[in-house]
Every structure is written in structure tokens, then in C-alpha cells.
DNA sequence: CTGAAAGCGCTAACAG
DNA sequence: CTGTTAGCGCTTTCAG
């Protein structure tokens, strides 16, 4: 047995493992095995073979630092959300990050609660230069000062849920959510119905509740009727907003019969509202959401799904592309919604699904 | 006027800021810069001061990729969940992401749905090496050997909702969780109490159902009361799940007057669950759940608060702690849960809450 | 197709 | 207290 040396007392820090080991054990030198790892093309076939089998054999893997520094690229993308605890941010970001795992970068989440929090984010150059290679805004309201700013830093960018116009872009078509949703209820007899939104926002083209308002007086024009504005209350787009604005829209004098909310949270607090004023859903007041959230199924709401996870993976794949060098500058995704039938829509006065 | 040269042609990336600038404008060398921004002692107040002013001015904020390579610490810690978009784990993150952001630190999200992945993340050791200087494992059983091969590395290790008794824990006391429902319930007057779980976990000292439930029988026993077997189901801790684990135990033969579940998912499913049944809550019966998620305050319902965007963040200032050198191995952090009495809790048969 | 060598921008001894 | 200098581990010309 060998005497235990001083330095063996501990078990001691791993190995550094380098890019010299492997190209000692594949016996070639390291440029060769940095081309070879990342498939670049001048390496003979034979040599890559080789060099690939010293890499798995001692587990080597590239230190992101050190590839960083030398190649001046981060392999890390940023996904810039309002907040991350909520049910929409929350799963866009896990679409992001199942497709960046997938490709081996890292995914940081930023969030830019207000709009002085990410033109900080934004021109802070420092925050983000040589951090990131790329980013992705979601439901971010972007200035075109701003966008021009992170261009010239030569940082891709993808929008989820505006279009700029200047880069790629994933979205729903919101005009048609409206109407979806409204031409369901049109369908089944309903001719008042309110709606449970939010303020239309200054960027016109990022104006979601407006666009669906939009779609909604579409639905209700195609059969002679139009949205009668007092009945457009804002629920902030959370439970307890939906609930007030529940509960303010349908105790109006002439309460509305059906109700749309733009987002499942809300059409959960018009549940809850609607059982507090002894109203029965769908017998009384039809509901019907936007979103397709986990409870959405279990509460039997019906609702215009949009597929947010998809559309966190969309964006990151259209991201990962631009930084691979492919240019579809003002590509721009629309992701499919589509009605969900559930059991809060009837008829009026019909405890039973209509025609 | 300057002839437009051909390098300016275009916007052109922005000019590489370096320390070295910054050592110029400040009229030192580039070790003083970094000692003085990074707040080292030994540099004199006068040349910090005019360094961080240079600094400043230049807008400056050194290279990552390069400190990391040379230092060998990333300043980046990684959090990993077995899945992202849920209530519960995107707060986890919310909390954890707002510490790192405010210590400058970077905020990985590595998801390990199942034990397999868990443990190729851990033991990759090109996954992590190098990569992050820690890992925080929310709700993610770590093994022994796992926990030293991770040490081994020099990586910092927090858990979050478990206790390994070797690294710092973030975690509630759920014997405790269970004890404050059930006597809650108990103290209405409630003698038959169904439990919406999940089954017992393989570690003793991970098995949060086990825990609750072995509170939820402490407080029976204090009144001379036992849990009915019968009458705990498994809910999955999803709302679908709550909901099919409530339909079952409320068409039992001696129907329960009352539902602890351990979770405010699957109080939501009990909800939906009760009404299809035509029992009125809280006349035909009470429930309580467990964490206070958002959809629970607009709902009414009486549950066990846990402040899970708290124990994000006392782990990741645990861990930044540890990073910093402050060895507290077995620090062992219970977070504080409390009773929050809404409208879903009343005594038997009541309709109004009880004494 | 492959190797040698020059950095990438910063930190960390080591002198002074 | 401050400057000099040698790398950190990899990528990338530039030769061959």
C-alpha cells in the first residue's frame, strides 16, 4: 500500500478535468478536440470518433467560463417575465426551459416588474452584455429605443405575446380569442353578455384586453348585436379581481346573462361571485374563460385554451435559431387557440348545453 | 468633418469595456479596479472612491465569464424543482430569484421531474462543475451519496422541505401543519374528519403526507379521537386529484362531517367535488387545506398558510451565506405556518363558523 | 486536416 | 496600500 500523502488526507477537490486530458488520451492536440466536441467540420471523421470516445470515457465537458471567455458567447439565454409566480409566466417559462436544457444553454430568468425595472434591465449594458447571448420578453412591453439598443449589442431578441414587427414573435391571435369565445355564447342564445378584462393599455399592438374586446363586438355584430360597454369591467386579471368585477358586473340592472372572462383566474372569482349572488352556472349566467388552466379542467370551465408552455418553447427554439445564425427577422408566430366546451356554458335560462 | 471609414459603416458592436479602461480613467492599475469594485480591504477610501466613480461614469460591470475563470467561482446558483410551472415550486423560485438577484448573483432553473434525471444532474459532474457554486433542492430527496458526491465538488448545498441533517434546510414543521387543521376542525366539534393526501413516501424523514398526518392524529388523540383509515385518500396534490379523492370519501358508507387537505389544490378539487354532490360547505361540511395559494383568499377558504416565496428566499440567502464562507452546516430553518380561518369551516351542521 | 500559439478579461499571488 | 505578472481553460487565427 502507498503511504497516505498529505494531500490524499482529504478527499479532496475533483480533478480539474481538461480540455488537455482529452487531448492527451486522444492524442491529438486540444484545437483538434475543441473542433472535434463542437462538430465543427474540419476534423476527419476517424479523429472526431476518437476524440468523442476520450471525451465519454473521463466525462469531459467543456467549462462554460472558459468557452465564454474565449469564444465571447454565453450560451445562456434570459426569459424576461412581469413576475414568475403566476400560472401564465410560470409555465411559458417551462417551455423556455425544457428546449434550452435540450440544447445546452443555460436559461436565466430576469423579471421586469415595471417598466423603469426593464429599461434598467435593458440599458444597463453591464446587466447584460456578455451575459447573455439572446432574450426573450414576455409580456414585456418593449420600445423600439430599447429594441435598437440590444440589437446593437448584437443580443437576439424574441417577443411572446407582442410583435414588434423587428423580431421574431410568438403570439395568439387575440382578436380571434375574443370572438371565439363570444360566438360560442352567441351561439347558444346569450345576447347580453358582459366581460371581465382589463383597461385597454397604450401600446396599441400589445393591447391584449382590446383586441379581445375587439373580437367579441365581431362576434356580436355578425348577428346584429353590439357590447353594450357598461358591461366591460376590469378583474385585473386575477382571481380576486375577477371576483369584484363579477360581482359589480352582475348586480348591474340589467345583469348580463353570460360572462367572458379573458382569463381562467378571473372566470374562477366570477365562480365564486356568482354562488355568493345565488346565481347557478350555467342555468343562470354562462362563464366562459381564456387560458386552459390546471383547474380550468376540474371546475368543468369552458374556455379558449391557448398552449402556454408551447409557447415558451416556441419562442426559445425561434431565439436558439437566430443565435445558430438563421435570420427570419420578423417571424411571427401565431399559436393556435381553441374553444374548450365545458360545462359553464348553456343556453339561457337552460341548465342543459344548447344547440 | 471625418471621412466615414469603413469600420463605421455600420452601428458596430459596442466597444469592449474593460477593467483596464476603467484603470485608466481612474489612474491605476487593473488589480486595484478589481479589488476596489469588488470591495476587497486593502485599497484606500480615496482610490476606491475615484475608482467606483470611473466605474460609474464608464457605466462598467466586469466581464462574468472572465471572473469566472478566474476566480473559479461562478456566481450562479442553480434551484432545482421536479417541475416549474406549479404553484408551489414557482414561488419557490420567485423568493429564491429575488435574493440572487439582489446579491448580484444569477438563478439557474434545472428541473428534475423523477429520481433518474435527479441523479444524471448530480453526478454529471460536467453539469454542474464549474457551472454553479450551489444548488438549492426543493422538495427533491437528496441520498446520502449523492449529498457527499455534490460536497466532494465544493458545491453548496439547501434544501427546501427536507431535512438531510448535513446542509442547511428550509421547512415547515408539518407534524405541526397537520395538528393546527385538524384541531381547528376538531375544536368545531368535528369528530369524523376525512384526509385528502397522498401515500407515504419512501424517506421517514421526507414523508410530508406521513407528517400531516401524524399531526392530524395527535389532535384527535388530544379529544380522545381516532383518524379513521378509511377516510384518508390520495389526492395526488393536484386539484383533479383532490377532486376524485373527495367524490370517493364523501360517497363512503358514514360520510365524514369535515376534510383536511394537505393541500389548497386539492381543496379546490374537494370544492368542486362537494357541490356535484349537493353538500353546501360549510353547513353539510367543513374543509380546510394547506399553503394559502392565490385562488384560496378569493375562494374562502380556511387553511394552513406556509410562505413559500419566504422559504425561497431563506434558502437562497442560506446558501449565498454558506458561498460567503458563514458555515452553518446543520442550520436547520423551520418557517413559521399559521391558521387562516375563512368561510369553508364551521361547526357540524352549522352554517355560521362555531365557537 | 491538424498543431502551435496568441489571446479572451479578469483574479490572485507576490513583491514592493 | 498598490502594481506586476502569471495564469484560469478554451477558441481561434495562422501555418503547415
Redesign the interface.
Known amino acids: 500500500m502507498a503511504p497516505p500523502t498529505s494531500a490524499s488526507v482529504t478527499?479532496g477537490?475533483?480533478d480539474r478535468?481538461t480540455i488537455e486530458h482529452v487531448a492527451n488520451a486522444a492524442g491529438v492536440s486540444v484545437a483538434t478536440v475543441s473542433r472535434a466536441l463542437r462538430g465543427l467540420p474540419n476534423v476527419a471523421t476517424s479523429t472526431r470518433t476518437r476524440v468523442e470516445e476520450a471525451a465519454r470515457v473521463l466525462?469531459?465537458?467543456a467549462?462554460?467560463?472558459?468557452s465564454?471567455?474565449a469564444a465571447g458567447r454565453?450560451r445562456t439565454i434570459a426569459v424576461v417575465v412581469p413576475?414568475?409566480?403566476?400560472?401564465y409566466?410560470?409555465?411559458v417559462?417551462?417551455g423556455a426551459?425544457?428546449v434550452c436544457?435540450e440544447d445546452g444553454y443555460?436559461?436565466?430568468?430576469?423579471?421586469a416588474p415595471s417598466s423603469t425595472v426593464r429599461r434598467k434591465v435593458v440599458t444597463?449594458?453591464?446587466?447584460l452584455?456578455?451575459?447573455v447571448d439572446g432574450l426573450i420578453f414576455v409580456d414585456v412591453a418593449l420600445p423600439d429605443d430599447e429594441l435598437t439598443e440590444l440589437e446593437?449589442?448584437?443580443l437576439g431578441v424574441v417577443t411572446v405575446g407582442q410583435r414588434t414587427g423587428r423580431v421574431p414573435s410568438v403570439r395568439v391571435d387575440n382578436v380571434d380569442v375574443g370572438r371565439t369565445a363570444v360566438e360560442h355564447l352567441v351561439e347558444l342564445g346569450h345576447e347580453r353578455i358582459g366581460v371581465l378584462g382589463a383597461q385597454a393599455e397604450q401600446p396599441a399592438h400589445f393591447d391584449v384586453p382590446g383586441q379581445r374586446i375587439r373580437g367579441a363586438e365581431h362576434a356580436l355584430a355578425e348577428v346584429g348585436l353590439r357590447l353594450d360597454p357598461s358591461l366591460i369591467v376590469s378583474g385585473e386579471f386575477?382571481?380576486?379581481g375577477?371576483?369584484d368585477a363579477a360581482r359589480r358586473v352582475l348586480q348591474a340592472d340589467r345583469c348580463p346573462t353570460a360572462l367572458f372572462a379573458m382569463s381562467d383566474?378571473m372566470a374562477?372569482?366570477a365562480v365564486?361571485a356568482a354562488r355568493q349572488l345565488g346565481l347557478d352556472i350555467p342555468r343562470d349566467l354562462s362563464l366562459v374563460g381564456v387560458d386552459d388552466h390546471?383547474?380550468a379542467?376540474?371546475?368543468?370551465l369552458t374556455t379558449v385554451r391557448q398552449r402556454v408552455?408551447e409557447h415558451g418553447a416556441m419562442a426559445a427554439r425561434a431565439l436558439l435559431r437566430k443565435l445558430d445564425g438563421v435570420n427570419d427577422r420578423a417571424l411571427d408566430l401565431v399559436a393556435a387557440t381553441e374553444l374548450v366546451v365545458r360545462s359553464t356554458t348553456a343556453a339561457p335560462g337552460d341548465g342543459r348545453p344548447g344547440a
Chains 1, 2 share one sequence.
Request: no cysteine; glycine share 6%; proline share 5%.
Open positions: 478527499p477537490p475533483v478535468l466525462n469531459y465537458r467549462d462554460p467560463a472558459a465564454r471567455l454565453s413576475i414568475v409566480n403566476s400560472w409566466f410560470s409555465n417559462v417551462a426551459e425544457a436544457t443555460d436559461l436565466l430568468v430576469l423579471t444597463t449594458a453591464a446587466a452584455d456578455r451575459r446593437r449589442r448584437r386575477t382571481v380576486e375577477g371576483h383566474e374562477f372569482g365564486i390546471d383547474v379542467a376540474a371546475l368543468g408552455v
